[in-house]
């Protein structure tokens, strides 16, 4: 979730592609870095680490007077966040300059065909990569259009690249695939950008391009091709959003945006981590078979929806793997003296990587000799830093407080993890690897589907917009479901509610259910499904409101109460798909009262307090 602009034309590029970069800021970065054009065709490439200040700076030192120019604010996937790994990237010679957003898959298998090539590598990235193979077919043809399109061919992945070619004064290449390019022209002038922010105060009227599509922007305007290299039109679409809007993308709060995006970064975690070929591959993260070998228990340890992932991957990884897994509140587990071994894997999982109590018991864990691993959504963060073993999760930079897209991607690389460790242990044939691999694919589609609809969850929301007291209740995953639901109605609607494994019911709670009080089930599990019927039948009659949200396939629910399915999915991954109805509820309830969505009371995004 890197940001991209540039413009050419007849004004000073550094101010406006400085101005750009800003207006881009709010979706997190750890690096920035321009490329200029000088007015005598050198291209000069300056990038910081950090904030944008520190760009602005040794801009300000070197003044490059060019009116063309690209422009990078970094959010770290392929090595850490430093100068040489911040964009732009060079070729040689800085024949090729460019900045990318999105992930090259087969970087590796592509570096290594350069270095036979004769190419050598500076940085850690897969943009390096990918502006040395566009190098290389341009050295053969000459042609930019064709490099282009040699290099689209090659490249598995999604990207939005913007080009300089040093001999090619007065054009910007780009294309683009599952990553979002919009550009803009006004008389003279042509904008690029990844986000419409970047763009409004230039122009309002711009091209959106599609998958697989190139374009080349000048002076004289715009010039777009199709994937064949066919010039080709697009239409003008007008922007009428003000800043505010544009930068949560039309949507009303950072947080609808950031369910909408679960989808498109579901698909980028499952080609980040599974290969063509259909292997697991945690690249980078030394998760080899010796390892996965080296351990006989998994403790999980995490705090607030992070927990809520270990909690649902205890039930993935023990059906799998067939190893015992026990799951933790970080702040329990560093005061509780837990008993560990070098046999014994702790995995912290956590999107900021800077969480007080994650960190303490990862200290914790080394202390004791065991191996750690972590889990965590921010490069070079400390639990990053500290771990033996870090794999990370690319959800992109979250920005409303209540997490969602980042929980979702941390639940796939645990059920990636917990393949990949069922496999190596020999716990589970082939057929069955790939029957589950082929299901986690779907989720992005079957996503997408829920997301239509997400008009209804608007329309249930309203029932308990009055509500000051709600039940989640489920068996097996599906109470995992329940605690992860329950806390996100909690903390940005202030509505009290508990989450509770349906049979615990009668052992206490259930004393608490009275006329009309409001019950929402989960259930997805077959093999528990007549249980959890049972367990709603028996709150319904005393008086409970119930309302099941439940897998297709499954019957007998409507006799109950109200419900909702979500698409037949394999039940061991029904989690992911029965969040999503789940945060678009908490959501509009949120919304219905009237409540700061994206900034609820007392919460702040990084806990890194005890
Ligand atoms: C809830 C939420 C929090 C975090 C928790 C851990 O929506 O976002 O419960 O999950 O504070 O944070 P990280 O994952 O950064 O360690």
Known sequence: MCGIVGYVGDEKATDILLDGLEKLEYRGYDSAGIAVRHPEGAIEVIKEKG?????????????????????????????????????????????????????IENFAELKAELTDKGYTFYSETDTEVCIDLIDYYYRESGDALDALKHAKAAIHGSYALAILFDDRPGEIWVMRKSSPMILGVADGRAYLASDVPALLKHTRDVYYMDDDQMATLSRDGIQFYDGEGHPIELELTHIDWDIEAAEKGGFDHFMLKEIFEQPVVIANTLRHFVDTNGWIRFKGSHMTPDFYKSFDRVHIVACGSAYHVGCVSKYVMEELARIPVDVDIASEFRYRNPILSEKDLVIIISQSGETADSLAALREAKKQGAPTLAIVNVV??????????????????????????????????????????????????????????????????????????????????????????????????DYAACLEASLKLKEISYVHSEAYAAGELKHGTISLIDEGTPVIGIATQPALSEKIRSNLLEVKTRGAAVFTLVMEGLDGFDAIGEITTIPAIDPLWATSLSVVPMQLMAYYVSVGRGLDVDKPRNLAKSVTVE
């Open 51 to 103: 904030r944008l200040s520190n760009l602005e700076k040794l801009v300000a030192e070197a003044a490059p007077q060019g009116t063309e120019g690209i422009g990078h604010t970094r959010w770290a996937t392929h090595g850490e966040s430093n100068q040489l790994n911040a964009h732009p990237h060079h070729s040689k010679g800085d024949r090729v300059v460019g900045v990318h957003n999105g992930i």
């Open 380 to 477: 070079g963060s400390s639990i990053a830093r500290e771990a033996d073993r870090v794999i990370y999760t690319v959800a992109g930079p979250e920005i409303a407080v209540a997490t969602t897209k980042a929980y979702s991607c941390q639940l796939l690389v645990m059920d990636l993890i917990a393949l990949d460790l069922a496999v190596t242990l020999g716990r589970i044939d082939e057929a069955r690897v790939q029957e589950l691999l082929g299901e986690l694919k779907s989720i992005p589609r079957k996503m997408d589907a829920i997301l239509k609809h997400h008009e209804d969850y608007k329309a249930i929301a309203q029932h308990y917009l009055n509500d000051e007291h709600m039940y989640y209740v489920g068996r097996g995953l």
